[in-house]
C-alpha cells in the first residue's frame, strides 16, 4: 500500500496541531476562566455551553465548500487560506466583550478545523498527534491568561503556515489536473530523490479514476455491504460521542474543579493529557498484535468501569460519605478512561472506517459517519453542563458508562471484523 504523502505529514504538523488544538482543548482551560471573576466578562454555565458548542457548527459550515475548493483549485492553497479562519477566531476571541463575539470566535475556529479534518487524511489516523495537541493547550493553559494563550497560538499557526508557502502541491491534485512531470518531482520532493515512483504513480491513477467511478448515492444506500457498514461506521462514531469523551476534553478543568479533592485542577489537566499521549504513542506498537473488536472491547468495558466509579466517587459525596483515599478517584478513574479510549474506542474507530469500504463509496461514506460526528460533538457538548446542573455530574457520568457497556454489545453483534482482510474478503463479508 502506498504511504501516505509527507504533504499530508506537513499539514497535520504545520497547521493540523495548532488548529485541532485550539479546537479540541481551547475550551478545557479557558472556560473557568471566564466562568470566574477573573476576567473581563463573566460567563455562565449555559453560556458556556454554547461556546463549546459552536465548534461543530463551524466544521459543518466548512466541510462541503472546502472539499470543492481542494478538488479545483489543490491541497496547497486550501492549508494557507485555512489561516484565515484561525487568525480571526484569535483576534475575535482576544478582544471578546460578551458571549456572542466568543461563539462567532468559536465557529471560525471550526471553520478551519472541518477544513484540516477534509484535507488531511491523517486526521483520522494520527492519534498520537491529537493528543500531543491536548498536552500542548493542556501545559500553556495551565500558566497563562486565555487570551495570551490565545494569541500565542495564533501566532504559531501564523508562523508554521507560512512553511507550507513553500512547499509543492499535492501530486496527486497535479496529476488530477495533467501535470504529471510536476507531480512526479513533488512526489520525490516527500519521498526522497532515489524513491522508487512507479508504484506510487500508478496508484495515484488508479485512486483517482476509482473516484470518478463513485457510485449515486441511491445506488449506494440501496446496497446491502454499504447499509451495514454504514451501521457499524456511525454506530460507532454515536457511541464514541456518547462516551463523553468531547465533553471531557472540552471541560477538564472544569470536571476536576466539582471534584472538590483538593488537587489542583491544572495539574490534573497536564497529568490527564500526558496519560493520553502515552496511550497513544504505545498504541502504534500494539494495535496489529490483537483484533480491532478486542481492543474495542477492552477500551469500551474498560471505560464503562471507569466512568460509573467517577459516577459513583459524586454519588458518595453527595451522600456524604468519605474515607481515606477517597480524593484519588476522579484522577485515577480518568486516567484509565483516557488511557482505554486511546488504546480502542479512539484510534480503532477510524481505522474500521477507512476499512470497510469500497472506493466507490468511500467519499459518500466518510461524509456521513464525519457529518453524524460533528453533529452529534455539537448537541452533546451542548448538553453536558446543562446535564451536570440539572442531573448532577453522579447521574451524568452513569449515563456515559452505560453507553459503553451498550457499546460493547453494538460492537458484538453488529461491526464486523477488518484486520487482516482484503477489501473483497470485507465486502463479502458485509454482503452476506
Known amino acids: 500500500m502506498i504511504q501516505v504523502l509527507k504533504v499530508n505529514f506537513f499539514v497535520s504538523v504545520c497547521l493540523g496541531p495548532v488548529t485541532l488544538g485550539v479546537s479540541i482543548s481551547w475550551t478545557s482551560p479557558v472556560l473557568p476562566q471566564l466562568e470566574s471573576n477573573s476576567t473581563s466578562f463573566q460567563l455562565t454555565s449555559e453560556e458556556s455551553s454554547w461556546v463549546g458548542a459552536m465548534l461543530g457548527l463551524g466544521v459543518l459550515a466548512a466541510a462541503l465548500p472546502i472539499g470543492y475548493l481542494a478538488s479545483r483549485y489543490g491541497l496547497k492553497k486550501c492549508v494557507i487560506g485555512l489561516i ?10 482576544v478582544y471578546s466583550k460578551d458571549v456572542y463575539s466568543l461563539c462567532v470566535a468559536r465557529f471560525f475556529s471550526g471553520i478551519a478545523t472541518g477544513g484540516i479534518c477534509v484535507i488531511s487524511p491523517m486526521y483520522t489516523s494520527e492519534i498520537s498527534d491529537v493528543s500531543f495537541r491536548v498536552v500542548l493547550v493542556a501545559i500553556i493553559g495551565a500558566y497563562v491568561e486565555y487570551k495570551t494563550l490565545t494569541v500565542m497560538l495564533g501566532i504559531v499557526g501564523l508562523s508554521l503556515t507560512m512553511i507550507f508557502i513553500f512547499l509543492p502541491e499535492s501530486p496527486t491534485h497535479l496529476m488530477k489536473i495533467n501535470k504529471r512531470e510536476e507531480a512526479e518531482r513533488a512526489l520525490r520532493f516527500y519521498r526522497s530523490s ?6 506510487a504513480m500508478l496508484e495515484i491513477e488508479n485512486s483517482i479514476q476509482s473516484k470518478e467511478k463513485q457510485l449515486s448515492i441511491r445506488e449506494a444506500l440501496t446496497t446491502k455491504r454499504v447499509i451495514r457498514g454504514l451501521i457499524a461506521a456511525v454506530g460507532l462514531t454515536v457511541f464514541q460521542k456518547f462516551c463523553g469523551v468531547d465533553c471531557i476534553l472540552f471541560y477538564t478543568v472544569s470536571i476536576f474543579q466539582v471534584t472538590e479533592t483538593g488537587m489542583n485542577a491544572y495539574t490534573s489537566t497536564i497529568i490527564l493529557a500526558l496519560v493520553q499521549l502515552t496511550a497513544a504513542v504505545l498504541n502504534v506498537f500494539v494495535v496489529e498484535m490483537a483484533n480491532r473488536r478486542a481492543f474495542l472491547f477492552i477500551s469500551t468495558i474498560g471505560m464503562g468501569i471507569s466512568l460509573g466509579t467517577l459516577g459513583m466517587y459524586f454519588q458518595l459525596k453527595e451522600f456524604g460519605i468519605t474515607f481515606s483515599g477517597i480524593e484519588v478517584i476522579p484522577l485515577g478513574s480518568l486516567i484509565i478512561y483516557a488511557f482505554t479510549f486511546s488504546m480502542g474506542m479512539g484510534p480503532i474507530l477510524w481505522m474500521i472506517n477507512g476499512e470497510l469500504f469500497a472506493p466507490d463509496v468511500k467519499g459518500l461514506a466518510n461524509g456521513i459517519t464525519m457529518t453524524s460526528n460533528w453533529i452529534l460533538l455539537s448537541t452533546v457538548t451542548k448538553s453536558f453542563p446543562i446535564m451536570m446542573n ?7 457520568f452513569y449515563l456515559f458508562s452505560l453507553s459503553m457497556f451498550a457499546c460493547a454489545v453494538f460492537v458484538k453483534f453488529c461491526v464486523p471484523e477488518t484486520r487482516g482482510k482484503s477489501l473483497e474478503q470485507i465486502q463479502s463479508d ?3
Not at 484565515?84 to 476571541?93: C, D, E, G, K, Q
Not at 440539572?390 to 451524568?396: A, K, L, R, S
Open 84 to 93: 484565515l479562519p484561525l487568525l480571526i477566531f484569535t483576534i475575535v476571541a
Open 430 to 432: 458485509l454482503s452476506s
Open 390 to 396: 440539572n442531573m448532577g455530574p453522579n447521574y451524568t
Open 194 to 199: 532515489n524513491f522508487d515512483i512507479s508504484d
